[in-house]
């Protein structure tokens, strides 16, 4: 490898992670229940989200996998979700008396 080649494979390393790191979209609320929990996935049967999505069942992403390890299927679990981001943020999980009086 010459030295610019060196140069520009740093110089893109550098990049990647802002390039990835795109700007969010609008914030709403998701609450839904989780029907699959997978390794770094959380599959949700959501209600709708007045001004983005219908309700459905999809899988999404999560902010921090470790949250995976306290939530099971059947838990009613609510969240932040940013347009076109399929990601889970700050995701909650709603006791089940609380989800049940509602
Ligand atoms: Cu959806």
Do not use: C
């Amino acid at each position: 490898m010459s030295r610019w080649m060196v140069v520009l494979a740093a110089f893109v390393a550098m990049l990647l992670p802002s390039a990835v790191a795109q700007q969010k979209g609008k914030q709403f609320t998701l609450k839904g229940k989780v029907t699959d929990v997978g390794k770094d996935v959380l599959t949700v049967d959501h209600g709708n989200v007045e001004g983005y999505m219908g309700a459905m069942t999809m899988p999404y992403k999560v902010d921090k996998v470790d949250i995976l390890k306290a939530i099971k299927t059947g838990d009613q679990i609510e969240a932040t979700v940013y347009a076109d981001d399929y990601t889970l943020y700050n995701i909650k999980v709603v006791p089940a008396a609380k989800a049940k009086a509602k």
